[in-house]
């Protein structure tokens, strides 16, 4: 068997596992309304589908922002090989998950990319923050 071979096998095997569907959206714009300051920002959908969403670490980072605890919890997204574009602080939609009921709707930040010739998943850290 090539390394080829053994790769797309791996891509397969790695996609029947991706039983989440998400969106990915990267802020084209905003506006302020200029009577209440109120900001509204505009986005574009970078990708629409399949994903896997792992938590990679069962404790959170807490940290203080002003007055507030903020912690962070990091998070592993996984795509289809086949998938380009995605980039750092582009926000990550749960739509809908065959397995966790607690995954739809919550969002995440795109942290870092990672790719390579004989990955067998485009592996992307996310970064939900909750306080």
Not at 15 to 21: G, K, Q, R
Request: aromatic share 4%.
């Amino acid at each position: 068997m090539s390394a080829t071979t053994a790769v797309l096998a791996g891509r397969r095997a790695a996609e029947a596992l991706m039983v989440d569907a998400c969106t990915i959206r990267r802020q084209s714009g905003e506006a302020t309304d200029p009577d209440t300051g109120q900001i509204t920002r505009t986005y574009t959908v970078v990708y629409s589908g399949r994903c896997r969403i792992q938590q990679r670490a069962l404790e959170s980072q807490g940290s203080d922002v002003g007055e507030a605890r903020v912690y962070q919890v990091p998070y592993e997204l996984q795509l289809p090989m086949s998938v380009t574009g995605p980039a750092v602080e582009d926000v990550v939609t749960c739509d809908t998950s065959a397995l966790d009921a607690d995954l739809p709707g919550r969002q995440w930040w795109i942290r870092g990319l990672a790719g390579g010739t004989h990955k067998t998943a485009r592996r992307i850290q996310i970064e939900e923050v909750t306080g």
